[in-house]
């Protein structure tokens, strides 16, 4: 049975053994953040933690991650480096380009971080479905995960991943075993790759902020339905917006919209996944409110029924 907290004073002393300045990427994500609070506690503040606004996060999400990081004690440098991303992405639709591109331009950020502070290793919080999924040797590439197949052949800093060998359920144990709050390490899985891998397709941020509209009412709707005792909330949910556009009507006018996808998934490890049983009022609800709420943009809503396997978990 995984011991989480001999785990984590496992990894403590492993990881004391690292020399001069680090840079971690934090994301607000309970992989980053359980990977940064054991680094810290090893190295203390030769720590340099980074959290990169790409553009490509959900609504409200920078400024939350940064208030998180402030009641956890985590000293957090934010760089905006949304146009850089987004001049990257221009043109390019295919999934694993976007995700390689994105992997890349992460760490060009943290290169330039590094340098500044004399940082010899990059810190991850890389975890065992990244590395699987991603494909070596014997095993297929189900999808080049940004921090695993999206990096770079060559790049300046060693790699440190101290989650490497585990598995979502047992990262949030170690966050439980840190100390966090069930809230933080509770928290729902959020892609590397942010919303690029929900916005089918060439990436635009017209299309990223319909995306981000999308995504935080499938969110407020799901929470909301659970805390009436209505479903239980899902494991993931989200919204995605598919490169498809169908006529309707709105009002009384011809309407030519794109659609959205609703996802919501259960799961343990996120290496397999369930389609999340949804009333069909909630469902009812949440197109009701994309339609109104985007319509000049959106007028069709579907629900992804879809397993992991045979599908994934994001569509990209």
């Known amino acids: 049975m995984f011991d989480a907290a001999k785990f984590a004073e496992s990894k403590v ?15 607000g994500g309970v992989d980053s953040t359980v990977a940064a609070l054991l680094v810290l506690r090893a190295v203390g503040p030769r720590l340099h933690c980074v959290f990169v606004d790409t553009g490509l996060l959900r609504k409200g999400e920078a400024g939350q991650a940064m208030e998180n990081f402030a009641a956890l004690g985590l000293s957090v440098k934010k760089v905006d480096a949304s146009q850089r991303f987004f ?23 943290f ?13 991850q919080g890389t975890i065992a ?24 052949e060559k790049f300046g800093l060693r790699l440190v991943e101290p989650l490497r060998d585990l598995y979502k359920d047992e990262v949030r144990l170690v966050g439980k075993a840190l100390g966090l709050h069930e809230k933080f ?3 729902q899985p959020f892609p590397g790759p942010g919303l690029a ?7 635009t941020m017209e299309k990223v902020a319909l995306a981000r509209e999308a995504c935080a009412i499938v969110e407020e709707e799901l929470e909301s339905a659970a805390s009436r005792g209505e479903c239980a909330k899902p494991w993931q949910y989200y919204a995605a917006l598919l490169p498809v556009r169908s006529v309707g009507v709105q009002g009384d006018k011809r309407a030519y919209g794109w659609t959205v996808v609703v996802r919501a998934v259960d799961s343990g490890d996120a290496l397999t996944a369930t389609c999340s049983e ?8 949440i197109s009701t409110r994309i339609c109104n709420e985007l319509k000049q943009s959106v007028n069709r809503v579907v629900f992804d029924l879809t397993d992991k396997p045979p599908g994934t978990i994001e569509w990209e």
């Open 13 to 27: 002393s492993e990881l004391s053994a690292l020399q001069g300045e680090g840079v971690i990427a934090v994301s």
């Open 197 to 203: 891998v929900r916005v089918l397709g060439e990436v």
């Open 87 to 109: 001049s990257a992405l221009e043109g390019v639709g295919d999934p694993e380009a976007k995700r390689k591109i994105i992997g890349e331009a992460f760490i060009r950020v």
């Open 111 to 123: 290169e330039e971080e590094a340098k500044a502070s004399g940082a010899q290793w990059l810190a």
């Open 129 to 152: 479905p990244d590395w699987l999924e991603s494909g070596s040797g014997s095993r297929d590439n189900i999808k080049s995960h940004h921090n695993v197949g999206g990096l770079p």
């Open 278 to 285: 949804i009333p069909h009022a909630v469902l009812k609800r």
């Open 185 to 187: 390490y509770n928290r």
